[in-house]
């Protein structure tokens, strides 16, 4: 079987492109993007998908980068095809970040793809990623003690619409279909130098593994890559019906889990768990190591109340009664002290929370249920209620007697009670004077100001985000 007749099988199987649909070619001017591209326009009428180049000039190797991207709109030109050819300074970026070149490189190449596919139109992005370039990820994350998701390597198709047709094909094939088709290309002189990991695995570490241990290294690895590619989407399944079972509540910057269901699940899929919600927290698929991971198992296990472990993004993991809550910085810093005054009938936003008060009177014989409310609705007697009502945060000091209970007590006493973590008490806001509080929203509401057979006219609040 010709490298063709293997590229269009792989895409078959991983049903990489639909017919009618609009596919970015990105080339880099190397042998893998032009043959990547060549397949690509061989096969666009039989797959009935059209082409788009996209080329990102990094601006890191002076003159050479700007000779690439001059070769790429050339290529663009003699094919026929629209382009898209951009140069963004890496170093300038890497410099605001504060992330290595290799980082910040693969951070603003992936948004400029992004943005050239939703431009275009185009629902996938096709990437010229080969089998050696898979053997060498699953090498390096081997290396790195990584689990069975670090050795899986490089998806065929990955999220975001990313696509990468050439995975079966050995680097030496793909310089071999160039000589062969008179394909002419360029080579980046960084891939030579040793100072990367990359390169020294590439030129020194498989050379040497192949030489003197296992001549065919590169397909064991890729076959290692496919089995670890099974098993880890059984375990993500795992992990997400765990996640799902064990996830108590959301919000804006904060997760939290029942301690009891990560307690019920085996250690392999708790660990996912971890990272599924890290992840689902900060944002984005970045790197939490083995380590962060064994500082919230610890949590779990064995930790006291209010005990925590740092995590990367400005996440940070605290243990609580029956909870584990996953929290942004922004909501580990509670929020400043506020007292806006609640408007009646009408809506009062707290801007420190970006939640909305909704307050409105309600004739006594059109009263909701009080027990059939959701937590964030509360009705109190109006006239009972003092004449000017305020939305707070807590303070020291204050005091709350809650529905159904025979005295009041002190608001840090009922929080505890009601197992409310420490970090999230001041985001709770409060309706009530200065002095007293009449409701604490998602909790409840108090005890004087209840509705009963006296009651005329009903204040019905609601709190949203």
Same mark, same amino acid.
Request: proline share 6%.
């Given at each position: 079987?010709?490298?063709?007749?293997?590229?269009?099988?792989?895409?078959?199987?991983?049903?990489?492109?639909?017919?009618?649909?609009?596919?970015?070619?990105?080339?880099?001017?190397?042998?893998?993007?032009?043959?990547?591209?060549?397949?690509?326009?061989?096969?666009?009428? &039989?797959?009935?998908? #059209?082409?788009?180049?996209?080329?990102?000039?990094?601006?890191?190797?002076?003159?050479?980068?700007? &000779?690439?991207?001059? +070769?790429?709109?050339?290529?663009?030109?003699?094919?026929?095809?629209?382009?898209?050819?951009? /140069?963004?300074?890496?170093?300038?970026?890497?410099?605001? %970040?504060?992330?290595?070149?290799?980082?910040? *490189?693969?951070?603003? @190449?992936?948004? +400029?793809?992004?943005?050239?596919?939703?431009?275009?139109?185009?629902?996938?992005?096709?990437?010229?990623?080969?089998?050696?370039? !898979?053997?060498?990820?699953?090498?390096?994350?081997?290396?790195?003690?990584?689990?069975?998701?670090?050795?899986?390597?490089?998806?065929?198709?990955?999220?975001?619409?990313?696509?990468?047709?050439?995975? /079966?094909?050995?680097? +030496?094939?793909?310089?071999?279909?160039?000589?062969?088709?008179?394909?002419?290309?360029?080579?980046?002189? #960084?891939?030579?130098?040793?100072?990367?990991?990359?390169?020294?695995?590439?030129?020194?570490?498989?050379?040497?593994?192949?030489?003197?241990?296992?001549?065919?290294?590169?397909?064991?690895?890729? @076959?290692?890559?496919?089995?670890?590619? &099974?098993?880890?989407?059984?375990?993500?399944?795992?992990?997400?019906?765990?996640?799902?079972? *064990?996830?108590?509540?959301?919000?804006?910057?904060?997760?939290?889990?029942?301690?009891?269901?990560?307690?019920?699940?085996?250690?392999?899929? %708790?660990?996912?768990?971890? %990272?599924?919600?890290?992840?689902?927290?900060?944002?984005?698929?970045?790197?939490?190591?083995?380590?962060?991971?064994?500082?919230?198992?610890?949590?779990?296990?064995?930790?006291?109340?209010? /005990? /925590?472990?740092?995590?990367?993004?400005?996440?940070?993991?605290? @243990?609580?009664?029956? +909870?584990?809550?996953?929290?942004?910085?922004?909501?580990?810093?509670?929020?400043?002290?506020?007292?806006?005054?609640?408007?009646?009938?009408?809506?009062?936003?707290?801007?420190?929370?970006?939640?909305? =008060?909704?307050?409105?009177?309600?004739?006594?014989?059109?009263?909701?249920?009080?027990?059939?409310?959701?937590?964030?609705?509360?009705?109190?007697?109006?006239?009972?209620?003092?004449? !000017?009502?305020? =939305?707070? @945060?807590?303070?020291?000091?204050?005091?709350?007697?809650?529905?159904?209970?025979?005295?009041?007590?002190?608001?840090?006493?009922?929080?505890?009670?009601?197992?409310?973590?420490? *970090? !999230?008490?001041?985001?709770?806001?409060?309706?009530?004077?200065?002095?007293?509080?009449?409701?604490?929203?998602?909790?409840? *509401?108090?005890? %004087?100001?209840?509705?009963?057979?006296?009651?005329?006219?009903?204040?019905?609040?609601?709190?949203?985000?």
């Amino acid at each position: 079987m010709d490298l063709l007749d293997r590229v269009r099988n792989d895409m078959a199987r991983h049903r990489m492109t639909e017919p009618g649909s609009k596919v970015v070619v990105a080339v880099s001017g190397g042998a893998d993007s032009v043959t990547l591209l060549h397949m690509l326009y061989l096969l666009k009428d &039989e797959l009935e998908i #059209s082409l788009h180049i996209a080329h990102l000039n990094h601006m890191l190797r002076g003159e050479e980068s700007e &000779e690439d991207a001059r +070769f790429v709109a050339g290529l663009a030109q003699s094919y026929g095809l629209p382009s898209t050819v951009q /140069s963004i300074d890496v170093l300038a970026y890497r410099e605001q %970040r504060r992330n290595s070149v290799e980082t910040a *490189a693969r951070e603003v @190449r992936y948004s +400029f793809l992004s943005d050239v596919a939703s431009q275009c139109g185009a629902k996938r992005v096709a990437l010229a990623h080969q089998a050696d370039d !898979q053997a060498e990820t699953i090498l390096i994350n081997f290396l790195r003690g990584s689990g069975t998701t670090g050795l899986k390597g490089i998806p065929p198709v990955r999220q975001g619409g990313y696509v990468r047709p050439l995975l /079966s094909l050995r680097r +030496f094939e793909i310089e071999r279909y160039c000589a062969e088709n008179g394909l002419k290309f360029r080579t980046d002189s #960084s891939n030579m130098k040793e100072v990367h990991l990359r390169n020294r695995v590439r030129h020194r570490l498989i050379p040497l593994l192949e030489k003197e241990y296992n001549p065919a290294l590169v397909p064991a690895l890729l @076959r290692l890559g496919e089995l670890c590619r &099974e098993e880890d989407d059984y375990f993500e399944t795992r992990a997400r019906q765990a996640y799902l079972g *064990a996830l108590a509540g959301e919000s804006e910057g904060c997760l939290t889990l029942r301690l009891a269901d990560l307690a019920g699940v085996d250690l392999a899929v %708790r660990r996912r768990v971890i %990272r599924m919600a890290w992840a689902a927290l900060a944002g984005h698929e970045g790197t939490l190591s083995f380590q962060h991971v064994e500082d919230v198992i610890r949590l779990i296990e064995g930790g006291r109340t209010g /005990s /925590s472990a740092i995590l990367p993004g400005s996440v940070e993991a605290v @243990r609580s009664y029956r +909870f584990l809550e996953l929290m942004r910085e922004e909501e580990r810093t509670g929020a400043p002290y506020y007292q806006h005054p609640l408007v009646i009938p009408g809506t009062t936003h707290i801007p420190e929370l970006d939640r909305t =008060v909704y307050a409105e009177l309600v004739p006594f014989d059109f009263r909701p249920d009080p027990k059939k409310l959701p937590p964030n609705e509360a009705v109190l007697d109006w006239d009972k209620l003092p004449k !000017q009502l305020y =939305v707070r @945060r807590r303070k020291a000091g204050d005091v709350f007697h809650p529905f159904g209970m025979p005295a009041g007590m002190k608001l840090k006493d009922f929080f505890i009670k009601q197992k409310i973590p420490q *970090a !999230q008490r001041d985001r709770l806001p409060l309706v009530g004077t200065p002095e007293a509080i009449v409701w604490v929203p998602g909790l409840r *509401a108090g005890e %004087r100001w209840k509705v009963d057979h006296t009651t005329k006219r009903i204040l019905r609040l609601k709190i949203e985000p």
